[in-house]
């Protein structure tokens, strides 16, 4: 595992795991929504996600 934003592991059965997930924040200009761990269980059966933190700080990379 690498270790990069977004890394994504497919799981036996449809469901897969998220590593480092990094989306932007919901409403807003700037910021980032970071999980640390995001299952997404097979067929829409739901979902887990482990250490979840908003951050306001914006990417100037882009």
Same mark, same amino acid.
């Given at each position: 595992m690498s270790g990069d934003p977004n890394t994504e592991i497919p799981l036996a059965g449809g469901g897969r795991l998220v590593v480092n997930e990094q989306l932007p924040s919901t409403g807003a200009d700037t910021? &980032?929504?970071?999980?640390?761990?995001?299952?997404?269980?097979?067929? *829409?059966?739901?979902?887990?996600? &482990?250490?979840?933190?908003?951050?306001?700080?914006?990417?100037?990379? *882009?």
């Amino acid at each position: 595992m690498s270790g990069d934003p977004n890394t994504e592991i497919p799981l036996a059965g449809g469901g897969r795991l998220v590593v480092n997930e990094q989306l932007p924040s919901t409403g807003a200009d700037t910021g &980032l929504k970071a999980n640390g761990v995001h299952l997404v269980l097979p067929a *829409d059966s739901g979902e887990v996600i &482990l250490a979840s933190t908003d951050t306001a700080i914006h990417n100037c990379g *882009d």
